[in-house]
């Protein structure tokens, strides 16, 4: 059984800086995760990206930018690039019952609240 919990934080002035910079980077990675498999998909091979290879991907992201993107959990950032791919098999799956599709869209600061840090995975 799976199970969830909520916390009411009253985060520091400090800890509450530090979890916005956590939500605009993992909102980072999301958007430009979103960007590469636009262009792939746009070009003219129609390349697909899938989970798998941008989360091989995370390492080398990582190792380039580690003032931003090293220096949060790899799980979180892993979920980030599954939260994308969910949205993305939901649109797939959405084109093949003939139903509206709904591309999956950039998300802005404002609107990217969640953050998942997955145990046992």
Not at 13 to 22: P, S
Not at 60 to 86: C, M, V, Y
């Amino acid at each position: 059984m799976r199970r969830s919990y909520k916390f009411l934080l009253r985060p520091t002035t400090r800890q509450e800086k530090a979890l916005r910079e956590m939500l605009a980077d993992h909102c980072s990675l999301y958007n430009g995760a979103l960007q590469e498999r636009r262009n792939a998909y746009q070009h003219p091979s129609k390349t697909r990206i899938r989970y798998g290879n941008q989360s091989a991907q995370l390492k080398d992201i990582r190792a380039f930018d580690p003032e931003r993107q090293g220096r949060w959990s790899f799980s979180s950032q892993q979920a980030t690039l599954r939260r994308l791919n969910k949205a993305f098999e939901a649109f797939f799956r959405r084109v093949e019952t003939g139903r509206t599709p709904g591309y999956p869209r950039f998300k802005g600061v404002g609107h990217f609240d969640t953050v998942e840090f997955p145990q046992g995975r």
